[in-house]
C-alpha cells in the first residue's frame, strides 16, 4: 500500500498516536531473558510534589536516547521508572492543603493524617509521569515503583535494622540543623547558604562584683538569653585575669563563667566569645570539653520557650532579636552596632533560615561504610563524566560525618524501633530500644505488652539510597539486571544520592550500583540565570512541546548541551529542533513522491555508483562510526551534532539536490530505480540512526517507507553498524572539492546580484591535473547546482575582463559579469550601499568611542554594538571588493 506524508509535519497529529502504539505493543517491556544482554537504567525518581521542568526534559531526554540507542543494538533494555514520596515536601503540601480546609495536623494525629498524604499522592503523585509520557520516554511502565511501595518498604526497614544490629546506627544527642518550617532536622546538603546584609551587634557583660566588663560580638542577640559561659584564648594577656570569674548575664541574671579555650582566635573580634551550647555546633563543642550547662531556648518552630525570661517567651526568633537588642540597649549594655555580611544557611525545602539545635536523632557510622564506595570510584569500577566530578565525590567521601537519618515528620518510612513503657517492674534492660523489622508484639526482656514505637521517620535520601536494587522484586531479576549500567542525574545531588547508592549497593548487594554517571548539565536562561518560577524565565515543558513538539524541545536541549557545561535555553532556540524536523519530513516527502513514479529494486542498491554515491555512502558510514562512538563515550552534544550535519548538510543540501539532478535528467529506467532505492536506503539508515533522538517524527516516517505488520517498529529495528569498506577519504576528497567549486561558483552570483534565472559561464584555472579531471568529469553538477551554461578549465585559461573571482586550494574561479547585470547600475547600487554601510559605521564607532556609554551601558549592551561594528566593517569590505571587480 502506497503511503505518504502529510505537506507540512504536524507534530501534534503524530507524538499521542505513537505514543500509544509503543504502549500497546508493549514495545518498552523486558523481562529476565538470559539470551541477551541486559542494559539498565533506574530513573532518578522525581518527587511525587513535582511537575516536569526544562531539567527534567534534559535528564530523561539523555536516559531515553541511551534506552534506545541500546534497544536497537540487540540489549535487553530496561528502564525503571518510579517516584520518591518526598518526606518534607509531600508532608508540607498536605499539611497546607489541610490547613486552607481548616484542618489542624496535630488535631486529627498521625493515621488520619497519613490517610490524607496516600490520598493526595494518589491524586497528584504521578502528575509528573504522565507529562514525561509527552517526551516520548521509553520507560517500562509494568516497572513502576514507588519508594514507599509495601515491598520497597520492607527493604529499607530491614537495611535499617541490618545496620542497627552491626553497630552502624545509632541514637544520640547532636547539634543538628533544624528547619523552623517543617519542625524537622535536615542534613548538611539540604542547607543552601546565601550572603546577606545582616548586623553585628557588640554588647558589655558585667563581671560579678567587680566594675570591669567584657564585650562579645554576635549576629543573633536572642541567643544571648542561652549563653552559659564566655570564652577567651588562653594566651590572650587582656583576659588572663578575668579567666574563672563569672559574669551575671543580663536581661537574665545568671552566672555564668569566664573560661580558656584554645578555639578562641584572639585575633578574631574582641577576643570574647560568648558561648551558646544549645545553638552553636562550636560552642556544644566547647561545653563538652568544659562542663558548662546547655540551655536550649527555641521551641521547635523557633519561638522562645521558657527558659528565656517571661518577656521574651513565644516571640518568634526574629521579633525576639530585635526587643533583646532593644533591651539591652536601654539597659546600657549596648556598645555599638556594624554592618556585616555574612552567610546564612537556608533550608532547601521550608527556603527559612536553619537554626542549629540540640536534638536526640538518628545517626549512622559514615567512616567504614565508605571505603568500598571510595575505592571503587579510585578503581574505575564506577566511571564519572565529565571526569571532574570525581575530585568533588572524593573531598566529601573522604571528610564524611555521620549522617543524621531520623526526621521529626509523620510521612515517610517509620524508624522501627520501639520503647518499653510497661509496668514500674520493668527490668533494666527495658530502657533498650526494640529494634526489629516486625513490630513485637511484647518487650522481650519484661513481657509488656505497652510498646511504643519511635515517632521519626528516616531521612528520604535513607529510602531512595536503596533505588538500584530495590526496584527490583524478585532475587532473579536483582541478579539479571543488576549491577544497572548508567545513572544520568544532576550534580546537585551527588552527596545525597550518588554517593550514598555506591555505598548502599557495597553493603547489601556487595556490588556497585552502576558502571557509569553521567552528570547533566544545569540548564539556564538565555542571560545565564538558573531557571525559576520567581524570576519568570522557567517555562512550561508542555507548553514548549505543544508548540514545537516532542522532537523539537528533545533535539535543541542535547544540541545546546556540551557535556559539562550549563545550557543557556530559550523557548525560540526550539526553531533549531523544529526546522530540523522539517528538513528530516521534507526529504521523506521528496523521497515517497519520487517513489509513486519509479519501482524500487533492492539488487540495484550498489549499482550505477557516481561520485555522489559513493560519497554519501563514506559519509553514511563515517557518521554511523562517529555517532556510535561518541555515545560510547558519552558525548551526546557531539553525537547530535554528527547527526544534525549528516542530515542537513551531506544529505539534504548536497545528495539530495544531486539525485534530484539525476532523476529528473536520467531516462534509463534502472539507473533512476537504482538512483532512488539507495537514496531510500541511506535515509532508512538516517531514521535509525536519528531515532534515539527523536522518536516520533523517525517512526512515523519509518513506517511510511514501506508496508509493516502490526508491532513493526523502528525502535526494535536494528542499529545500523559501520561497514568500514565504504568509507572512502579520497572520494570525501574529490567530493569536498566540487562542493567548493559550487559554493565559490554561488557565492559570487549572489555578491555581484546575478538574477537566479541567468545561468553564467565559468573559468577555472589550475595547474593541478587531478582537480581539472574532476571538474571535467563533474561539470554536470556544476552547471546544474551552480547554474552554469560553459565551463572553461585548464593551466592556461585568461581572466576575462569584468569578471568576479574567487581562490580555492590554489584554484581561481572567474565568472564573467558583462551580459548578466547592467554594470553601470551594478557600480550605482554598490555605491550607494557602501556609503550606508559607512554612516552606519562611524556611528557604532562614534558611539564605542564614546567613554560615557562605554563605562554606564550594561555589558550585553555594548557586547551587541561590537557585533554590529563587525558586521558592517565586514559588510563594507565586500562592497569595495565588489566595486574593484567592475572597475
Known sequence: MKKELLKVYSPNEVEDKWYSYWEENNLFHAEVDHAKEPYTIVIPPPNITGSLTMGHILNNTLQDI????????????????????????????????????????????????????????????????????????????????????????????????????????????????????????????EVIYQEVNGKLWYFKYPIKESDEFIVVATTRPETMLGDTGVAVNPEDERYKHLIGKKIVLPLVGREIPIFADEYVDKEFGTGCV????????????????????????????????????????????????????????????????????????????????????????????????????????????????????????FHWMNNIRDWCISRQLWWGHRIPVWYCVGDDACFLECKKPIVAVDPPEKCPHCGSKNLRQDEDVLDTWASSWLWAHGVFKTEEERKYFYPTDLLIT?????????????????????????????????IRDDKGRKMSKSLGNSPDPLEVIDQYGADALRFTVIYLAPLGQDVLFSVDKCEIGRNFANKIWNAGRFLLMNRENISLNENLLHSHLDLADKWILSRLNATIQNLNDALDQFKINDASKQIYNFIWSDYCDWYIEFIKNRINSETNDEIKSAILTRAIRVYENILKLLHP????????????????????????????????????????????????????????????????????????????????????????????????????????????????????????????????????????RLKKEAERLQRLLDGVNKKLSNESFTSRAPKEVIEKEKEKQHNFSTSLEKIKHSLKLLD
Open 693 to 828: 533522538i527523536m522518536p516520533y517524527i523517525t517512526e512515523e516516517i519509518w513506517q511510511a517507507l514501506a508496508d509493516r505488520q502490526e508491532g513493526e517498529s523502528i525502535m526494535i529495528s536494528t542499529f545500523p553498524a559501520a561497514d568500514h569498506s565504504l568509507i572512502k577519504p579520497f572520494v570525501d576528497g574529490e567530493m569536498d572539492f566540487l562542493q567548493n567549486i559550487i559554493t565559490s561558483v554561488r557565492n559570487i552570483r549572489g555578491e555581484m546580484n546575478v538574477p537566479p534565472s541567468k545561468t553564467c559561464d565559468v573559468v577555472i584555472k589550475t595547474e593541478n591535473r587531478k582537480f581539472e579531471e574532476i571538474i571535467k568529469n563533474y561539470s554536470q553538477y556544476i552547471s546544474r547546482l551552480a547554474r552554469v551554461e560553459n565551463i572553461s578549465v585548464g593551466k592556461d585559461v585568461v581572466k576575462p575582463k569584468h569578471s568576479s573571482s574567487a581562490v580555492m586550494r590554489g584554484v581561481e574561479i572567474f565568472v564573467p559579469l558583462e551580459g548578466l547585470i547592467d554594470i553601470e547600475v551594478e557600480r550605482e
Open 490 to 522: 544532576g550534580p546537585d545531588i551527588i552527596f545525597f544520592w550518588v554517593a550514598r547508592m555506591i555505598i548502599a549497593g557495597h553493603e547489601f548487594m556487595n556490588e556497585i550500583p552502576f558502571k557509569d554517571v553521567y552528570f547533566t548539565s544545569i
Open 274 to 393: 560568648k558561648v551558646t551550647p544549645a545553638h552553636d555546633p562550636n560552642d556544644f563543642e566547647m561545653s563538652k570539653r568544659h562542663k558548662l550547662q546547655v540551655v536550649n531556648i527555641l521551641n521547635p518552630d523557633a519561638t522562645l520557650n521558657s527558659n528565656a525570661p517571661g518577656e521574651f517567651v513565644g516571640l518568634d526568633r526574629f521579633e525576639a532579636r530585635k526587643k533583646v537588642a532593644r533591651r539591652l540597649e536601654e539597659e546600657g549594655f549596648l556598645v555599638k552596632i556594624e554592618d556585616y555580611k555574612t552567610n546564612i544557611g537556608y533550608s532547601e525545602r521550608g527556603k527559612v533560615p536553619i537554626e542549629p539545635y540540640l536534638s536526640e536523632q538518628w545517626f549512622m557510622k559514615m567512616d567504614e561504610l565508605v571505603k568500598p564506595a571510595i575505592k571503587s570510584v579510585e578503581e574505575g569500577e564506577v566511571k564519572f563524566h565529565p571526569d571532574r566530578w570525581t575530585k568533588v565525590y
Open 66 to 189: 541511551f534506552i534506545r540507542w541500546k534497544k536497537m543494538q540487540g540489549y535487553n533494555a530496561c528502564w525503571v521508572p518510579g517516584t520518591d514520596h518526598a518526606s518534607i515536601a509531600t508532608e508540607t503540601k498536605v499539611t497546607q492543603a489541610l490547613k486552607e480546609k481548616g484542618i489542624d495536623k496535630k488535631k486529627i494525629g498521625r493515621e488520619e493524617f497519613l490517610k490524607h498524604c496516600q490520598e493526595w499522592k494518589e491524586l497528584y503523585g504521578g502528575m509528573i509521569l504522565k507529562q514525561l509520557r509527552k517526551l516520548g520516554v521509553a520507560c517500562d511502565w509494568e516497572r513502576l515503583r514507588f519508594t514507599m511501595d509495601d515491598d520497597y518498604y520492607r527493604l529499607v526497614i530491614e537495611a535499617f535494622v541490618q545496620l542497627y544490629e552491626k553497630g552502624q546506627i545509632y541514637r544520640g544527642l547532636r547539634m543538628v540543623n533544624w528547619d523552623p518550617q517543617s519542625q524537622s532536622a535536615i542534613s548538611d546538603e
